[in-house]
């Protein structure tokens, strides 16, 4: 299992780290995406938890549909069906700390609902008012 342990994803009892499906993207579409944020999410009112993964998309291109089906049909081929994000969604900006570290844990409670307050080590805090909303959306 690769990436941090309070990152572990949890789908339907599937254990797994974001680090995981970071390898894929970064391996399988270098081109067109530079980077990537995958968390958990489980609202109060969820069942499960449900995957999100949020691309950063390479200058010059768009998160289509194509590219999307593409992405769930390679996840689910180099790991499993069960792997596939629920969610996958292009975002502004990846939200990382001063030392240039993912900020996944603030963005899994931020999505599930969580009142977080941000700490001083986030590098680009104003991004997280992006995720707030596409929270309260989907």
Not at 25 to 41: E, H, K, N, W, Y
Not at 111 to 123: C, H, P, T, Y
């Amino acid at each position: 299992m690769l990436g941090r342990s309070d990152g572990i994803l949890k789908p339907a009892g599937v254990r797994f780290g974001s680090a995981e499906i970071y390898n894929i993207i970064l391996s399988f579409f270098p081109t067109q995406i530079s980077d990537a944020l995958c968390v958990g999410r489980r609202r109060p009112t969820d069942v499960d938890e449900s995957v999100v993964l949020f691309l950063l998309m390479a200058s010059g291109f768009e998160l289509t549909d194509e590219l999307r089906n593409e992405v769930k049909k390679v996840i689910a081929r180099e790991l499993s069906a069960r792997h596939v994000p629920a969610f996958i969604d292009c975002c502004p900006e990846i939200p990382v700390t001063t030392n240039g570290k993912k900020v996944e844990v603030a963005i899994k409670q931020i999505l599930s609902g969580w009142d977080v307050k941000v700490s001083a080590s986030v590098a680009n805090a104003d991004v997280l008012d992006w995720y707030r909303k596409w929270g309260e959306e989907h």
